[in-house]
């Protein structure tokens, strides 16, 4: 009985470290937010700005600040690894490349969305970089599974050297 309690609540935790992790991407990415100064300057709305060019922010460095990119950068890698952790551990049957598709898909939905809000720009670095850190969380997920069962494996051999 309390077992199955426990693999409820870690299902449920689960559950909502999945959703917490989706709806905050929904967030940051589709509500404006002027908290951070990256450089980018407000004025009347525009629409459909588009950036279709892989890499292009690294072109412009020179008119960029370093606060900027590492914002844009490391925020946008950052922003998708809580996904592929939780994808995975929800999913646990899930492989890298799959990972791979579904952070790819999720980001582009963003971006498709982002083009046809106001003073949003849909940028291919930012599908590029979302996706690398799903990728990211789904190697950590497996990196921290493989230390778990490692330990249990040591645990369990131990156990059985004591009664021996």
Do not use: W
Request: negative net charge; contains cysteine.
């Amino acid at each position: 009985m309390k077992v199955v309690l426990l693999k409820e609540l870690r299902q449920g935790l689960v559950n909502l470290c999945l959703m917490f992790s989706i709806l905050f991407v929904l967030y940051l990415t589709l509500i404006p937010h002027h908290s951070i100064d990256t450089g980018t300057a407000l004025g009347p709305a525009h629409y459909f700005d588009y950036n279709l060019n892989p890499f292009i922010l690294f072109e412009s460095l020179p008119h960029v600040s370093l606060f900027y990119l590492v914002v844009d950068v490391i925020g946008n890698i950052v922003l998708f690894l809580p996904f592929g952790f939780c994808l995975t551990m929800k999913f646990p049957e899930l492989k890298g490349v799959q990972i791979l598709f579904l952070g790819a898909f999720f980001s582009s939905t963003i971006e498709c969305i982002q083009l046809f809000l106001p003073n949003r720009i849909t940028d291919i670095d930012d599908v590029i970089l979302n996706t690398t850190g799903a990728v990211i969380g789904y190697f950590l997920f497996r990196r921290i599974e493989k230390e778990q069962k490692k330990e249990e494996l040591e645990m369990a051999h131990a156990h059985m050297n004591d009664h021996s």
